[in-house]
C-alpha cells in the first residue's frame, strides 16, 4: 500500500500566487540533501496542495515527437532520432522504459534479425505524455558496415583492462580517471575525470588515397562528448610530437582556422574536436591550400549519452570531420608528415564511455614499450636532474627515449643524459615558448646498471623549466608485458537534480537583492538532468519562509523528469526585512534524497 507525501496546511497563505509550467530543462546536478518522506512501499506521491487565495495554471499535453532517423552502429544495437521541444522523453520497448532528457536513445543487446517495436513519447513538466512516436525496425537491417572498408585490423575496443594494455595505450593521466562500466552486457572503458588524455602507440601511415581520397583516417565511436561544455578531441600527432605530456595540447586547437588558439596544437598536428552541438576541425601550423572541401550538412544536435561514429579523414589536400558518415567539419590544409600516432582528449568527460578506435595505415604492431614518468625535477651537479630508472626496467631494453616538455624563449642548445651518456637533444618547437626536447639512447650494447639517471642540460638553466618529462623504453619482443591499468568497475548513479532557482522582478531583472513592498517576486525553477540517470520525479514543493505555498504533484500521465516552475509572490502582505523562499524536488524512489534549493530577498 503507497502512502502518500503530504505537505502540510499552516496558517492560511495570504499572497496571491500564479503558477504557470513551461517546457524546457536545464540540467543540474549536485549533491543529496534530505531524504524524502518514505511510503512503507511503492513509489512515492505527493498529494496536490494549494493554499487559501493561491492559482496555478494547467499544462498542455506535450507534441508528439517526430521521427529523424532510425540507425545501427552494429548488429546488436538501436538507434532512434526524433525531433521535439519537450523538457523530457521516455522511451519503451519490450518490458522495458528508458527516460532522456535528449532527442535520441541507443539501445543495446539485441537480436540481429528481431524487428524491435519502440514507442516514444514527450513528457512534460507534470508528467503529462504526448501521443507515442511508434518506430519497429531490426538492427540487421540498418547495419551498413562498408564505413569499416580499408581501415586495419586489429580495431581497439574499449571492453576490459585489456583494451589499454601499454603496448597499444599510454595514459596520460591518472589511471583511476579511467574506469569499466557495464553497459548492455559489455564492460565498456569509461572517463572517470573531467579531464583525461590517452596517447596511441599505434603508427598510423599515410597510403595511397582511397576510394574517397583518403590518404589516412581514424574512426572513433563513443557517446560523448557528455553535458554542456564538454568536449572530445581526436587528433593525429606526428613524430616525435607523440612524446608531448602537456595537459590539454590536444584540446585547444578547435578553431578550423589558423590563430591563436590552433598554436597549442604542435606542429603539422590535426584535431577534430566535438562538442555537443558543434564540431570543427583544428590544426598546428599548416599550409592552406586552394582546396574546396566539403562543407558540414546541416547543424549538430545535442547527442549526450548516445554512441555516434566520429571520423578525422586526411586528404592530400584537405582534413575532413564526419559524424555517422556525414561532414561535420573541414580545414583546407595539407599534411606534410608521413607517420602519425592518434590522441584521444576529453574535457568534462566524466561518464564518457569509449567503444571504439580504428585507423587506416596502422597495420604495424607497435614494438613492446614501457614508460617512466617524472614528477620533480632538480638541479644539480650543474644538470637539470629529471630522474632516474631502476636497472630491472633496463634489462630487457632496447633503446631508451628521453623526453621533456620545456618552456624557454632562448634557442640555446640542449642536450639529455641517460645513463651515462650525452647527446644532443632534438627540439621541437611547439608554440615559440613551449618546446619538446628529445633524444634517443641504445641500449643493447650495455650491461645495465643499477640505476640509471635523466637530465637535462644548458649552458643557463636559468632561462628555462620543464613541465613534464619521462622516459619511453622500447623492448625486445620477447620482453614481459606491462601490467594492464587497473580499472575500477562502476555504475550508472542515481541522483535526484536540484533545482536551479532564480528570483526576478516584475521587470524582469534576475536575482534583484531588494523588492519594493507592493510589487512581486517571480520565482522560477528549473529542474533537469544530464550526465546521470534521469530520475523519475514525484513532485515539487515550494515554500516561503517555512510555511507551505504550493506542493504540485508530476505524475498526471507517470512521472516527469524535468521541467520549468514558475511562481509569483505579491509582496504587499509581506513585512519589510528578509524572506526565504525554498523550492524541493522530490524522486518517486523512496531509496533516493529530496533535494532542495533556497534564494533569500529583501522587502524594502
Known sequence: MTRDVVTRRGRTAVLVVGVVVLGGAVAVLRRETELPDRPASGPVRIEEFTAEGVRHGAEEPPRQPELVGVDALDRESLRVDWS???????????????????TAVEIGGLDPVRVLGVEVRAVG???????????????????????????????????????LDPRRWRLLVDQSCFGLREVDGRRRVEIGCEYAEMQSTVPLRVGVPDEHGAIARAVLTTDGPVGPGGSVTLALLP??????????????????????????LPPGAVALTIRSDDARIGFGRLPTTTARPPVPEGALTPVDGVRHRWELRVLADSVV?????????SAPVAVPWRVARPRLAFSGGAGTLLDTLAVRGGRQQPDPVSEVRFDVTEQRDGALVLGEVGGQRLRTALTARVAATVLSRSD?????????RTAPAVVSDVNGVVRLAHADFP?????????????????????????????????????PREPLPR??????????????????????????????AGGEVRVVAEVGLTGLAPVPLAGVRISLDGE?????????????????????????????????????????????????????????
Open 84 to 102: 521535439g521541444d519537450a523538457p523530457a522523453y521516455e522511451v519503451r520497448w519490450d518490458d522495458s522504459v528508458r527516460y532522456t532528457t535528449t
Open 548 to 604: 507551505p505555498v504550493l506542493a504540485l504533484p508530476t505524475t498526471r500521465d507517470g512521472p516527469a523528469v524535468a521541467g520549468r516552475y514558475e511562481v509569483w509572490l505579491p509582496t504587499a502582505a509581506l513585512s519589510s526585512g528578509g524572506h526565504r523562499v525554498r523550492v524541493e524536488v522530490v524522486p518517486e524512489d523512496p531509496a533516493l534524497a529530496t533535494t532542495s534549493s533556497e534564494r533569500t530577498f529583501v522587502i524594502v
Open 125 to 163: 513538466a507534470t508528467g503529462l505524455r504526448s501521443q507515442p512516436l511508434l518506430v519497429g525496425r531490426s538492427p540487421d537491417a540498418l547495419d551498413d558496415e562498408r564505413w569499416a572498408d580499408g581501415l586495419d585490423e586489429p580495431v581497439d575496443r574499449f571492453e576490459g583492462p585489456e583494451s
Open 443 to 479: 641500449l643493447d650494447d650495455v650491461d645495465p646498471p643499477p640505476s640509471a639517471r635523466a637530465a637535462l642540460l644548458a649552458d643557463d638553466l636559468s632561462a628555462l623549466a620543464v613541465t613534464t618529462s619521462g622516459v619511453v623504453l622500447t623492448g625486445r619482443p620477447d620482453a
Open 239 to 264: 613524430e616525435p610530437y607523440e612524446e608531448l605530456r602537456a595537459p590539454g595540447i590536444a584540446a585547444r586547437g578547435t578553431t578550423g582556422q589558423p590563430g591563436p588558439s590552433d598554436a597549442a
Open 487 to 516: 580499472l575500477a568497475e562502476s555504475a550508472a548513479r542515481e541522483e535526484t537534480p536540484r533545482p536551479l532557482v532564480v528570483l526576478f522582478d516584475r521587470d524582469g531583472r534576475g536575482a534583484p537583492a531588494e523588492f519594493p
Open 321 to 329: 570531420g564526419l559524424r555517422d558518415g556525414r561532414v561535420v567539419a
Open 412 to 420: 640555446q642548445p640542449l642536450r639529455l643524459e641517460f645513463a651515462g
